[in-house]
């Protein structure tokens, strides 16, 4: 089955013929080389095959994993696209157990149940995104044409590539019961659709908290915009925000309405100015915006979270703007909270940055990880995530967290633990040549921590 005029799912002999079935996208909308569906659900298999019949050189189907893994052994597949719940065993099950056998292909998972456990599983499994069934047309095309943008795009030697959406979430992994009970809550908020506010230091993950909010919610095939809330002048922030009327009366559509039916992300809402404050509280609260320059009003569907890396209150923010974005609120525990989850974390970070940058993952060691337990981090999940992907580009976890000098062992048995954070960003330093704006960056901490840090060891 090759080139788009012959295009069928084929099952072992038996195929699914789409020649005469039209395609929602004209050809090189985007453009797949080989994809294996692998479902029991031929009426599934029919309209995954229709979609891409124009887009896929090469389409299989598999009715079962056992099926698929006959498949594989004679060729590779750019992508896979499996159900979830599948007669012999569970999607998610099957590709973690391959992915240990060395499968690199791209994977898409199916499913009628998406819960937080499947979504935290797909992650571990390396999936780059999960569709709801019954398919949605729009929201599988867009999937499937991203993947292919992300697929096509040129290695660089000892370059990775940048982790997809659903990877971005993998701060929210973790056994610990402090995870747990945040898990629990994030799902139940996502059932919520009040403003809310979402609390905690730099690099805890608040965004990706945000972002698995949206995707448990009913608006999760809306879009999700994230706006930097320090770079709004307030000059022009009503424009950004809600649109204006162009020279031509055509009407731009600003921040908001690009968000509507899905999730407007204010990012440090502290650093709002107060008067960009007074125009989005009527935004929020009456789900109303008028562009700038126009007389009239545009409903809106949006629902507005805020984070912030610091305590709010009516001190901080307008008192009736803090009132209404707090009306729920979530708090990011510390990655020092989570001491548990520290190897777990950098073990799928490592293993999410080698699949993408299709590099030797490296092993980390007991002791290396018993070193990462007791260093602070300061930086949060985010450090961590610089930390390991510093170690995947070198091909090596710079000391302490090599785990393998006679001084990280003495470390270990006195549990110096400021002593190991000393040696970490002293050695992040050298590696920059002293420039602490770029030591600051690969650690994921502020400048002004490092100058602290550095002041009272006298460096």
Same mark, same amino acid.
């Given at each position: 089955?090759? #080139?788009?005029?012959?295009?069928?799912?084929? +099952?072992?002999?038996?195929?699914?013929?789409?020649?005469?079935?039209?395609?929602?996208?004209?050809?090189?909308?985007?453009?797949?080389?080989?994809?294996?569906?692998?479902?029991?659900?031929?009426?599934?298999?029919?309209? $995954?095959?229709?979609?891409?019949?124009?887009?896929?050189?090469?389409?299989?189907?598999?009715?079962?994993?056992?099926?698929?893994?006959?498949?594989?052994?004679?060729?590779?597949?750019?992508?896979?696209?499996?159900? +979830?719940?599948?007669?012999?065993?569970?999607? $998610?099950?099957?590709?973690?157990?391959?992915?240990?056998?060395?499968?690199?292909?791209?994977?898409?998972?199916?499913?009628?149940?998406?819960?937080?456990?499947?979504?935290?599983?797909?992650?571990?499994?390396?999936?780059?995104?999960?569709?709801?069934?019954?398919? +949605?047309?729009?929201?599988?095309?867009?999937?499937?044409?991203?993947?292919?943008?992300?697929?096509?795009?040129?290695?660089?030697?000892?370059?990775?590539?940048?982790?997809?959406?659903?990877? %971005?979430?993998?701060?929210?992994?973790?056994?610990?019961?402090?995870?747990?009970?945040?898990?629990?809550?994030?799902?139940?908020?996502?059932? =919520?659709?009040? /403003?809310?506010?979402?609390?905690?230091?730099?690099?805890?993950?608040?965004?990706?908290?945000?972002?698995?909010?949206? %995707?448990?919610?009913?608006?999760?095939? #809306?879009?999700?915009?994230?706006?930097?809330? %320090?770079?709004?002048?307030?000059?022009?922030?009503?424009?950004?925000?809600?649109?204006?009327? !162009?020279?031509?009366?055509?009407?731009?559509?600003?921040?908001?309405?690009?968000?509507?039916?899905?999730?407007?992300? $204010?990012?440090?809402?502290?650093?709002?100015?107060? =008067?960009?404050? #007074?125009?989005?509280?009527?935004?929020?609260?009456?789900?109303?915006?008028?562009?700038?320059?126009?007389?009239?009003?545009?409903?809106?569907?949006?629902?507005?979270?805020?984070?912030?890396? %610091?305590?709010?209150?009516?001190?901080?923010?307008?008192?009736?703007?803090?009132?209404?974005?707090?009306?729920?609120?979530?708090?990011?525990?510390?990655?020092?909270?989570?001491?548990?989850?520290?190897?777990?974390?950098?073990?799928?970070?490592?293993?999410?940055?080698?699949?993408?940058?299709?590099?030797?993952?490296?092993?980390?060691?007991?002791?290396?990880?018993?070193?990462? !337990? =007791?260093?602070?981090?300061?930086?949060?999940?985010?450090?961590?995530?610089?930390?390991?992907?510093?170690?995947?580009?070198? @091909?090596?976890?710079?000391?302490?967290?090599?785990?393998?000098? @006679?001084?990280?062992?003495?470390?270990?048995?006195?549990?110096?633990?400021?002593?190991?954070?000393?040696?970490?960003?002293?050695?992040?330093?050298?590696?920059? $040549?002293?420039?602490?704006?770029? /030591?600051?960056?690969?650690?994921?901490?502020?400048?002004?921590?490092?100058?602290?840090?550095?002041? /009272?060891?006298?460096?």
């Amino acid at each position: 089955m090759n #080139g788009a005029s012959t295009t069928g799912a084929k +099952n072992s002999g038996t195929n699914i013929p789409v020649k005469n079935l039209k395609s929602p996208l004209k050809a090189g909308s985007f453009l797949i080389n080989s994809v294996l569906i692998i479902d029991y659900d031929e009426t599934t298999v029919r309209k $995954l095959t229709r979609m891409i019949s124009l887009n896929c050189k090469h389409v299989e189907w598999a009715k079962t994993t056992e099926i698929a893994e006959e498949k594989l052994k004679g060729q590779a597949f750019d992508l896979i696209i499996i159900e +979830n719940i599948l007669p012999d065993m569970s999607g $998610l099950e099957w590709l973690m157990s391959w992915r240990g056998q060395g499968l690199v292909s791209d994977a898409i998972v199916m499913t009628r149940s998406f819960d937080l456990d499947t979504a935290i599983y797909a992650m571990q499994a390396g999936v780059r995104d999960v569709l709801k069934k019954p398919l +949605n047309v729009e929201r599988t095309l867009k999937s499937l044409e991203q993947f292919s943008k992300l697929h096509l795009r040129p290695l660089a030697p000892h370059k990775y590539i940048p982790l997809s959406q659903a990877a %971005a979430k993998t701060g929210l992994l973790g056994n610990s019961s402090v995870m747990r009970a945040l898990r629990d809550k994030i799902e139940l908020l996502a059932k =919520q659709d009040d /403003a809310l506010l979402i609390t905690g230091e730099t690099g805890t993950g608040k965004e990706s908290a945000a972002r698995m909010l949206h %995707a448990l919610s009913e608006r999760a095939t #809306g879009p999700f915009i994230s706006v930097a809330c %320090a770079s709004l002048n307030p000059e022009t922030a009503a424009a950004e925000l809600f649109g204006f009327v !162009a020279a031509d009366g055509s009407i731009k559509d600003g921040l908001i309405m690009r968000a509507n039916k899905g999730v407007l992300c $204010l990012n440090r809402v502290n650093d709002l100015a107060p =008067q960009v404050q #007074g125009v989005l509280l009527k935004a929020i609260e009456e789900q109303v915006i008028r562009p700038v320059g126009s007389p009239q009003t545009r409903t809106i569907s949006v629902r507005f979270i805020a984070s912030a890396n %610091a305590t709010l209150s009516t001190a901080t923010l307008e008192p009736d703007f803090y009132h209404r974005i707090s009306a729920l609120s979530l708090t990011m525990p510390r990655l020092s909270e989570r001491v548990g989850d520290i190897r777990q974390l950098a073990e799928s970070f490592m293993a999410q940055f080698a699949y993408d940058a299709k590099m030797p993952a490296l092993e980390i060691s007991e002791k290396g990880a018993n070193l990462m !337990a =007791q260093y602070s981090w300061p930086g949060n999940v985010r450090e961590l995530k610089n930390t390991v992907k510093k170690a995947l580009l070198n @091909q090596r976890f710079d000391t302490p967290f090599d785990g393998g000098t @006679q001084e990280t062992k003495s470390l270990i048995k006195n549990h110096a633990l400021d002593q190991v954070e000393r040696f970490h960003i002293q050695d992040v330093l050298a590696l920059t $040549l002293g420039n602490r704006a770029e /030591a600051a960056r690969l650690l994921g901490i502020s400048r002004k921590t490092i100058e602290r840090k550095c002041a /009272a060891w006298g460096v």
